[in-house]
């Protein structure tokens, strides 16, 4: 029995470590037990005392209360008791050796206002929960009623958040009832009380999360349960949590998960809308560099030959060399090269040059009507073959030039007259556009 004892309190322990006392979250509390007024004679306080612990003078009955926390440590309410006459005795000597009728024969019930104040005030002190409380209501006895007042000291054991054991004692005067005044009742009694506390209500939720204030972390501000009541935060503040904001400390649209758009090749248009993005280009070519298609350094935006490389200062086209009738002449059935026809073939030359390697040219040659087409044909050719000569003796290269003979096909004047043969005698040097 002893060993059942013992496991019984140490379980009882256990389980009060994890409890507190009425509070915030359990505004409200109900105690209910067993009542004992003593009613005893001693007319000194000394015996008073003694008999504080004895049966004598004991009415045994019922004893509750019904309180409501206010904070601070402090709770209202009312309490009572009721005792009738369960203990047999019926006269006793005192300790002024008078003979007294046992009061617990008489009828005993109180109705109280009570104040109680914790003494842990606000703090968590666990399952032990002492307190001190005054009180002041009506008395009867023996069907007498008077006002009467008093105070006493409690304690809460708290088994669980909600149940728990509660001890107290308390000491009353009842001078206003009218036997106290005859003598047969004292002016004061004791009022002991023993039985089961039950707490309750609705925990404090100041911000109304769902999560009482002792857990909320942030109790003014609400925020989900798995954040502890914290509402998650926006620390870039771009309108995306922290959580699901990929970049939480950049501010970005919620369409790339709160992070910037980048500009991977840093020409001031955003990736998203930059066609090439890791290559630097202008705005109005939406983010790609402009092409140099045949790559003669002028952009194709800017050049007027795309596909064939020419000189800047010719809006990237090559020179053409249009030397027909008024560069190149012949006399009648020759291919000898005059003098002047040799001055500007030297400046035929240089413009081959100075343009740019890739581009080729056509010497092509020409007779007026005049003898056998054979003949003219076999002539034109002598004469392209003694300008393509010449400029290659002038260092342009031999594969740059192609010539061709004509004959007397695609006159530019008429056959007619002298000064039309005059200018059908000639070599055309234009550039291979092909």
């Not at 617990?104 to 104040?115: D, P, R």
């Not at 958040?161 to 005044?181: C, F, H, L, R």
């Not at 939480?248 to 998203?272: Q, Y």
């Amino acid at each position: 029995m002893k060993n059942f004892l013992m496991l019984s309190f140490a379980f009882i322990l256990s389980t009060m470590n994890i409890v507190n006392a009425q509070d915030a979250d359990h505004k409200w509390a109900l105690n209910l037990g067993l009542g004992v007024l003593d009613n005893n004679n001693y007319t000194s306080f000394d015996g008073k005392l003694k008999d504080w612990g004895g049966l004598r003078d004991h009415s045994y009955g019922i004893e509750g209360a019904f309180l409501y926390y206010i904070g601070k440590g402090v709770s209202i309410g009312a309490q009572g008791s009721y005792a009738g006459s369960l203990y047999g005795q019926k006269e006793y000597y005192g300790e002024c050796g008078c003979l007294f009728q046992d009061l617990s024969a008489f009828e005993m019930w109180n109705a109280l206002g009570t104040v109680r104040i914790s003494l842990k005030g606000d703090k968590e002190l666990g399952w032990f929960d002492p307190y001190l409380y005054a009180d002041a209501g009506v008395t009867s006895f023996a069907n007498q009623t008077g006002f009467t007042f008093g105070g006493g000291a409690g304690v809460n054991f708290w088994l669980s958040d909600k149940v728990g054991i509660y001890a107290m004692t308390s000491i009353q005067n009842d001078s206003k009832i009218p036997e106290a005044k005859t003598g047969i009742l004292s002016e004061y009694y004791f009022n002991h009380g023993l039985g089961l506390a039950y707490r309750f209500g609705k925990k404090k939720d100041t911000d109304g999360d769902g999560l009482p204030d002792k857990e909320d972390t942030c109790p003014e501000v609400a925020g989900p349960l798995e954040n502890d009541g914290c509402p998650w935060p926006d620390t870039d503040g771009d309108g995306l949590i922290d959580r699901d904001d990929a970049c939480p400390e950049v501010a970005g649209p919620l369409e790339n998960n709160g992070c910037p758009w980048p500009d991977t090749d840093g020409d001031g248009l955003l990736d998203k809308d930059d066609t090439c993005p890791e290559v630097a280009g202008p705005i109005e070519n939406n983010g790609c560099p402009w092409p140099d298609t045949d790559g003669d350094g002028v952009l194709d935006k800017d050049d007027a030959c795309v596909k064939v490389a020419g000189p800047i200062d010719n809006k990237g086209c090559p020179y053409v060399l249009e030397l027909t009738d008024t560069s190149i002449f012949f006399d009648f059935d020759s291919y000898s090269l005059t003098m002047e026809s040799q001055r500007k073939l030297d400046r035929v030359a240089e413009l081959i040059l100075d343009s740019p390697e890739n581009i080729s040219y056509f010497v092509s040659g020409y007779t007026d009507n005049s003898g056998r087409d054979e003949y003219n044909l076999k002539l034109s050719e002598k004469r392209a073959n003694a300008v393509e000569e010449y400029l290659i003796s002038k260092g342009v290269q031999e594969q740059r030039i192609r010539s061709n003979a004509f004959g007397e096909q695609d006159p530019v004047d008429s056959n007619e007259d002298s000064k039309g043969r005059q200018q059908n005698r000639r070599v055309e040097i234009k550039q291979n556009k092909s």
